[in-house]
């Protein structure tokens, strides 16, 4: 019976690996004979946190796979503990990884504030902002740190003059119970989202928190609690959410001169084309 056990693993792992070999080597197709130019600028975002050392090594596996192939800049790591985020910790045992900068939501190693602002070179002489703030504020926004958080933040996208902005931060925008629609937003982050519209900003990419959810319906009492492990992409617009996706995997995005894409490749080794979005920047104010 062991024998037989051990073999079935065995069994298992392989078509696993054959898998993510497969899908990877799919996307990686879709990506490069797609007639894009390889001046487009690349990089990862992943949901931080605890997960079983199994799905662990897959992950950060996949993700320095990813990395090398396109030539990933940085990462961005959607995270309670910033630079204690144990997948930060253990992605040192990737190369690809760890000679990559990771920005991180939550606080980090060395920073006095918890909140911050990352100008970064893409090509075609334009400018990337990945702005990261500490959620956790918005909901006491009365307080000192919460209103200082909110003028730093204005203030930055005022004086920004990028041509690509993309805030992070833990916790969602929107609301588990929406629809397309109809956008429903959660309280505490509804003044975020009017601050986000307003100074033009083009995605927004958070944790995905459902407690007691799936897609907008009830989990079984006995799951309540749990809540989707990925990261969540908003884009924006003046009025409505256009895009989301959550997922148990990471993101791969591509950036060129007027739109952003995101591939969407999961623990299983699938890779998904999102829909592109076209630049918002200082057109939308």
């Known amino acids: 019976m062991k024998e037989k056990s051990w073999i079935c693993t065995l069994i298992v792992q392989l078509s696993l690996c054959i898998a993510v070999y497969t899908a990877l080597n799919t996307g990686h197709n879709l990506l490069i004979h797609e007639g894009r130019p390889p001046i487009d600028m690349h990089f990862l975002t992943v949901a931080g946190g605890f997960r079983p050392l199994q799905k662990q090594t897959l992950l950060l596996q996949q993700m320095a796979t990813v990395a090398k192939t396109f030539k990933a800049r940085f990462v961005v790591d959607i995270s309670e503990v910033g630079g204690s985020d ?38 075609y002489g334009q400018t990337l902002d990945i702005i990261a703030l500490d959620t956790v504020l918005f909901q006491d926004p009365s307080s000192s740190c919460g209103k200082d958080q909110i003028q730093w933040l204005t203030r930055t996208l005022k ?100 739109e952003m894409v995101t591939f969407v490749v999961k623990l299983t ?13 200082k057109a939308a104010m």
């Open 86 to 123: 144990p997948l930060l910790r253990n992605a040192t045992s990737h190369l690809a990884l760890k000679s990559m900068p990771w920005y991180t939501t939550g606080a980090s190693e060395g920073q006095e504030k918890t909140y911050f602002l990352k100008k970064i070179k893409i090509a």
């Open 159 to 258: 004086e920004s003059d990028s041509d690509w902005r993309v805030v992070i931060g833990f916790h969602q925008l929107i609301s588990c119970d929406y629809n397309f629609w109809k956008v429903k937003e959660e309280a505490p982050f509804e003044p975020l989202h009017k601050i986000l519209l307003e100074h033009g900003v083009d995605a927004y990419m958070s944790m995905k928190i459902c407690d007691g959810h799936i897609h907008g319906q009830a989990k079984e009492s006995n799951d309540a609690g749990l809540m989707d492990k990925g990261p969540y992409l908003t884009s924006m617009d003046q009025n409505l959410v256009i895009k989301d996706e959550a997922v148990d995997g990471f993101f791969l995005h591509r950036i060129s001169s007027l």
């Open 269 to 281: 080794g699938e890779v998904e084309h999102g829909a592109p979005f076209k630049q918002r920047g």
